[in-house]
């Protein structure tokens, strides 16, 4: 029974992360406080592992990834050993540490598609997993960003209540990520100077190519497989 629901899961692996992406975003945008900060931190911690789980298929890729992971957490959930406010040293620590270990699984998931050839429903929640990871990590990178220089965003005083907490942080420049990827440009949050306004321009690059690229390949493999059948 249990290595039927394994085969099961691991069939869908994607549909699962994508349940769980979109899960741990809903509970972000809630804002969690007292105790609900360890719900919040749990569910993020399950869902990086349900990443390192599905995304790192390779040997050599699982462990070093592994090893980043178990190192990202441990500086995270450290933030509750301390009886006062997390240092600011340890701030970036777990940002740069949980920005390089999204970007990795953004990579790996990338590399794997193209390399692939036939399509299917998992390679597109794939590639959909994909960009809600890079929005998560262009989160991260914009919070490093504003912990490093605070000054090159324009916060608006309706929302900048939030920049405080740590968590209430994560969900606003998780939120503004989405934003630029999205080339939406609402302005609770604006770049005024770099490195804000560089990594704004470079996230909606990232948002418009991510996008025109996955359904190339998807298009090519498609055709690709019209004209094996049509050879049959």
Not at 133 to 148: D, Q
């Amino acid at each position: 029974m249990t290595g039927g629901i394994a085969v099961v899961l691991r069939r869908h692996k994607y549909a699962v992360l994508l349940v769980l992406l979109c899960f741990a975003l809903a509970l972000e945008t809630v804002g969690a406080r007292g105790a609900d900060r360890f719900l919040s931190d749990a569910v993020a911690s399950a869902l990086a592992f349900a990443i390192w789980f599905v995304v790192f298929e390779r040997r050599y890729e699982r462990a070093v990834m592994a090893a980043t992971l178990i190192a990202t957490l441990a500086i995270s959930w450290a933030r509750f050993l301390s009886p006062t406010h997390p240092s600011h040293a340890l701030l970036l620590a777990t940002d740069a540490a949980m920005s390089l270990f999204l970007w990795s699984a953004v990579f790996a998931i990338l590399r794997d598609l193209f390399n692939t050839r036939a399509t299917g429903a998992e390679n597109v929640l794939g590639a959909i997993c994909g960009y809600l990871i890079a929005g998560n990590a262009w989160g991260r990178i914009n919070e490093l960003a504003y912990l490093l220089v605070p000054s090159a965003y324009s916060i608006n005083p309706e929302v900048a209540a939030l920049l405080p907490n740590w968590f209430g942080r994560v969900a606003l420049f998780t939120y503004y990520a989405f934003c630029q990827v999205l080339t939406i440009g609402y302005s609770d949050v604006t770049p005024i100077r770099a490195p804000a306004t560089t990594l704004s321009l470079f996230a909606a690059l990232f948002g418009v190519f991510y996008t025109a690229i996955v359904v190339s390949v998807f298009v090519g493999l498609a055709q690709s497989a019209k004209r094996e059948g049509g050879k049959e």
